[in-house]
């Protein structure tokens, strides 16, 4: 028998071509994918002009998602994804997504079948991490380890130690993924799991929708974590076959893998929540707000919250409702596949009747690109993930994060509040 | 190697978006991006810093996005070295694999306050304080990444294999 291993550190070892690796150790592993996106690429592509080796070690194996500032704000955004597109066709890369084709990229990728269970991947963009969902490592690096990634396939890591979150439970009705991710950072705090694993595991994860599981790896960063993963389990897999012909390999954590912390999370305890400006961790149930917070736009979108199941929430609180007077609602599918099954299933009829606007897939707002800027002063209530300073707009703006029952919910209202 | 220069004071979870918000990330021109590096929480930044200058934070230095921007502005700014008690750990990669040094540690984090005069060896990982006479012993980097530095990055390390 060997020394135990957690589910990440499994991972790792596999590719690195190790039969064991520990916390703390560096190693370099072979990765399955590469990605960037219209504002990290361009930078990665200069990078890789410096190196002396100018071919892609796999023109299959790196996704380019034009998604950020598109379709394009300004000539200056127009400008980086033209020379993103001028890279993609002089490599002939497989897995270039331009307008029309594109999505957000961590909502893209897996409804692409481009990551599978047991992966590595890698990709400029922080928000990497959400692939955890599907029982993959993939973690958020910079620019420069794109470009490296890029010509040699291959990536330094320091393997991490872990955390283990043991969820049991049910979710109430209104309680989904941002809900239990929240709940975990305002438990823990932004850098409560730096460079750490955040490993979910337990009976509760059978009452978690892949879209719910997404959702809460997405989140593992704003707790400093280095990937957030859940194992793989028949809802995983019935995901995979839908959508993937890559063939996945299933890593278990080893009963005896040791974690620097755990800790245990009933779903069915848990009620909606909200991250006050200016960090995530600065979490209350919605319940426990005493001063009603008067809003000016909800967005509900992005890489956290633009899934299929989240726009049936919307529209399920929305429906037969109106957006209050004065508030803009500002509804963002994740990509063209969830955007058309959302015009199909009839939810943008519903988003449309209630006031709202449903903008094309882009990143825009989350990160105060485009399509929803706020003034100063302003307050949002909004499905993305970070309610940092000036965030989406006004250095004196203020988000409130939430789930997109809550952020319909208020929407309606005017004020934070959840679906009664 | 040393740095040497008049140390600036920030708090804790010091966010990329502050470093550099996001609505000049379209900006490909690094001195133009410099220009507004700090912007949102130090509205004075770009003018205070010479050339060698110190940034000391709490904890969490660079949560956040993975933007590499948010680096490079610090080192085109002319920073020296950025200490703090952590750092989130994309910044951190980014930070080696682009050549600005930084540091980890929680008594110099502490102790130095705004303007103090400041000193590193980054052999050694010790960190001086001028002003007020005092040491500090800083977290070392492990080997691996101790060669990133010294070939001033990761894509001359990758070139030079």
Redesign the interface.
Known sequence: MGKPMTMTQKILADHAGLPYVEAGQ?IEANLDLVLGND??S??AI??MG???RQEVFDKDKIALVMD??VPN??I??A??CKCVRDFACKHEISNYFDVGEMGIEHALLPEKGLTVAGDVVI????H?CTYGALGAFST??????M??GM??GRA?F?VPSAIKFNITGKPSKWVSGKDVILHIIGMIG??GA??KSMEFTGDGIKNLSMDDRFTISNMA?EA?G?NGIFPVDELTEEYLKEHSIRPYKVYEADPDAVYDEEYTIDLSTLKPTVAFPH?PENTHTVDEISDPVKIDQAVIGSCTNGRIDDLRTAAEVLKGRHVKKGVRCIILPATQAIYLQAIEEGLVKTFIEAGAIVSTPTCGPC???HMGILASGEKCVSTTN?N????MGA?DSEIYLASPAVAAASAVEGYICAPR | MNAKGTAYKYGDNVDTDVIIPARYLAIQDRTELATHCMEDIDKDFVNKIKKGDIVVAGKNFGCGSSREHAPLVIKVSGVSCVIAETFARIFYRNAINIGLPIIECREASERIDDKDEVEIDFDSGMIYNRTKGEEYKGQPFPEFMQKIIKAEGLVNYINGQ
């Open positions: 560096l504002i990290t361009p930078v200069t990078e410096k190196m002396s950020h500032f704000k300004d200056k955004s400008e980086n990709g400029a963009d922080s990497t958020g690096v910079g620019s420069t380890d470009a490296a010509v040699t330094w320091k932004v850098d730096l460079y960063i400093g280095k960090l990160l105060g690109g970070r940092f300073v000036g965030r250095i």
